[in-house]
């Protein structure tokens, strides 16, 4: 089955189930994953994933396999692992939430014909570059009140986001903890110091980068939150956003027969 426009894989994934299929195995990207995982979490419904999206930052947390074959093994065959269900404002996630510069990143991306993969990413950074500005927000996390300027805030429940950017390298999808990213109002011309480390998870140790874990976080403006959900853009940026944990958890396909 295919789909044609948003929300076509939610509703085939929940016909799938509703007509006793176990497995699901979806060929795509982040924001397909999460429109079959609203629709199977806490069912005994197994998600393979054939990584085929922009990013494929989900699928990073799956395996490091770059072989064909081998996705197809696991995703069809594969045992599954419980992955943890975060929510934001009530709508489901598995990745992460970002809010911010990798946001507005995300809304660019979003908009390409022509390139793909990590390249997609990289050229979107160019064009936000030009003329985004920190903006303050009011951001809870458990019961620490931090209020500032930022450059993003990153809540993730994986390690990756925006195609390879590694901004919370620590991160476990299963330990019920969110790895928080809160990247302070830097100037302009350091973002491209910043954005290489990122890359490979480094840049945690940079001047203004912090890192927390929580079980519930929110973010709080005095205007609109330019945010992406699993790398999927909130068409209507909300002023708040609440981030906790479901109790449901989603089967994904990730651990291969016999290891």
Not at 135 to 161: M, W, Y
Request: overall charge positive.
């Amino acid at each position: 089955m295919t789909t044609s426009g948003p929300g076509d894989a939610t509703r085939l994934a929940r016909a799938a189930r509703f007509d006793g299929f176990e497995r699901i195995v979806v060929l795509g990207g982040d924001g397909t994953i999460n429109e079959v995982g609203q629709a199977i979490c806490g069912t005994d419904v197994v998600l393979g994933i054939i990584p085929a999206g922009s990013g494929n930052d989900f699928f990073k947390m799956i395996s490091r396999r770059r072989r064909q074959d081998e996705h197809l093994k696991i995703a069809f065959y594969g045992l599954p692992r419980k992955v943890d269900v975060g929510l934001v404002n009530g709508r489901p996630f598995f990745n992460a939430v970002g809010v911010g510069f990798d946001a507005e990143v995300a809304a660019i991306a979003a908009k390409s014909k022509f390139l793909s993969g990590i390249w997609v990413y990289l050229a979107a950074v160019f064009k936000v570059w030009r003329t985004f500005t920190p903006f303050p927000v009011d951001v809870e996390i458990d019961h620490l009140k931090i209020n500032q300027a930022i450059t993003l805030v990153c809540v993730g429940n994986g390690r990756s986001t925006g195609g390879g950017f590694y901004l919370a390298p620590q991160a476990a999808f299963d330990d019920e903890l969110f790895d928080v990213c809160i990247i302070e109002g830097i100037p302009k011309m350091k973002i491209f110091s910043y954005l290489p480390r990122a890359l490979k998870g480094t840049h945690v140790r940079l001047p203004g980068v912090r890192i927390y874990r929580s079980r519930r976080v929110v973010i709080k403006s005095g205007a609109r939150l330019p945010v992406h959900i699993d790398g999927e853009v909130v068409a209507e940026p909300p002023e708040k956003l609440e981030i906790m944990f479901d109790r449901r958890k989603l089967n994904v396909a990730a651990i291969e027969r016999g290891s």
